[in-house]
């Protein structure tokens, strides 16, 4: 409908524009307008959400969202549920948590044993998550012979399964490797040297560094 075709208004209520029907002026039924424009927007479809459709549409759309059910948890597997924002607050202590556990912490728990190792104080222990990650220095207080198992360490966080990792003792003028063994032992971890063809010596400067998995 053209704005001349609508329907004309008195002077009180009428709306007075320039007319292009050969006349001076025209008026027009703001009723009558309103309505016009109210059905082209109701018609006129839009780009919303990368979809074409009309504003009805849309709302219509909007009001079906609103009545969906709510999830108010963090397990809900069902389809078509929105999620309570009460979870947007658990979800945020979740990530704090990860991320406070992943930060590297000191552990001083552990002891040489005073049979095996001493420590010469370049040692260090962390825990990262459900990791530990160490470097031990020490001397021997004893030979050790391939025939003999001696613990240098214990105290560690408990690991999740025995774990065998490489050492390397400082004898004179090269480095001898020799194998170590962590395991569980009670509620903690050991750490003990491990057969491995190799003989070290007491107070010779020894390091092993490694990393397990702890319970």
Known sequence: MQIHELPAGSPA???QFAGDTGTQTQKIDYDALADAILNKLTTKTFNIKSESQTIIAALNALGDA???????????TAAGL???ARQGKALDDKITSLNSSLTPKSYTGYSFSAYSAADIGLSYVYIIGKICIFSLAFVYTSD????????????MPKPAHDSYLQ???FNGSSMEPFRCRVYANGNTGS?????????????????ITGAYVIA
């Not at 609103?66 to 809900?76: E, G, P, R, W």
């Not at 050790?144 to 105290?155: D, E, K, L, S």
């Not at 040297?193 to 390091?207: E, L």
């Open 13 to 15: 209520s009428g709306l």
């Open 66 to 76: 609103s009545k969906q059910d709510v999830a108010n948890d963090l397990v809900t």
């Open 191 to 207: 750490i003990s040297n491990y057969y491995s063809g190799m003989k070290t010596y007491a107070n010779v400067p020894s390091i």
């Open 144 to 155: 050790y012979t391939p025939a003999t198992t001696q613990i240098f360490v214990n105290g």
């Open 82 to 84: 929105v999620l309570d």
């Open 167 to 169: 050492g390397m003792s």
